[in-house]
C-alpha cells in the first residue's frame, strides 16, 4: 500500500480517536482549508465550517465511540485524494435509553 494511502487510513482513525476523546480542535486540524465533508447527502465545506456544523451536531451528546470500517481511499496524481468510509457511532443511551 502506497506511503499516501497509508497517510489517509492513518487520519480517518485519527477521526474517530481525537472527536471521542473530546479533542475537537486537534480533529479539525485533521482537515485541510479546502476539505469538503460529506455526511447524510450533505456537503460541508473548509476546516472552520466543518468544525462548526460538527459542534452542533453533537453538542449535547455525551460521549460515544467511532467504529471506522470499509475505507476506500483513492489518490489522485495532482495532490489530492478522497476516501470513503463505513461509520458506526455508539453512544451510551443511559439508564434511560
Same mark, same amino acid.
Given at each position: 500500500?502506497?506511503?499516501?494511502?497509508?497517510?489517509?487510513?492513518?487520519?480517518?482513525?485519527?477521526?474517530?480517536?481525537?472527536?471521542?476523546?473530546?479533542?475537537?480542535?486537534?480533529?479539525?486540524?485533521?482537515?485541510?482549508?479546502?476539505? #469538503?465533508? +460529506?455526511?447524510?447527502?450533505? $456537503?460541508?465545506?473548509?476546516? !472552520?465550517?466543518? %468544525?462548526?456544523?460538527? *459542534?452542533?451536531?453533537?453538542?449535547?451528546?455525551?460521549?460515544?465511540?467511532?467504529?471506522?470500517?470499509?475505507?476506500?481511499?483513492?489518490? #489522485?496524481? +495532482?495532490?489530492?485524494?478522497? $476516501?470513503?468510509?463505513?461509520? !458506526?457511532?455508539? %453512544?451510551?443511551?443511559? *439508564?434511560?435509553?
Amino acid at each position: 500500500m502506497p506511503d499516501d494511502e497509508q497517510q489517509i487510513l492513518r487520519t480517518l482513525a485519527e477521526y474517530g480517536q481525537c472527536w471521542d476523546g473530546g479533542r475537537l480542535d486537534e480533529w479539525a486540524g485533521l482537515f485541510t482549508e479546502g476539505a #469538503e465533508l +460529506d455526511v447524510a447527502g450533505q $456537503a460541508i465545506e473548509g476546516r !472552520v465550517a466543518i %468544525r462548526s456544523y460538527m *459542534a452542533t451536531v453533537q453538542a449535547n451528546g455525551g460521549p460515544g465511540l467511532h467504529v471506522t470500517s470499509n475505507a476506500v481511499v483513492d489518490v #489522485e496524481g +495532482d495532490g489530492t485524494a478522497r $476516501a470513503a468510509s463505513t461509520y !458506526v457511532f455508539v %453512544r451510551d443511551g443511559g *439508564a434511560d435509553g
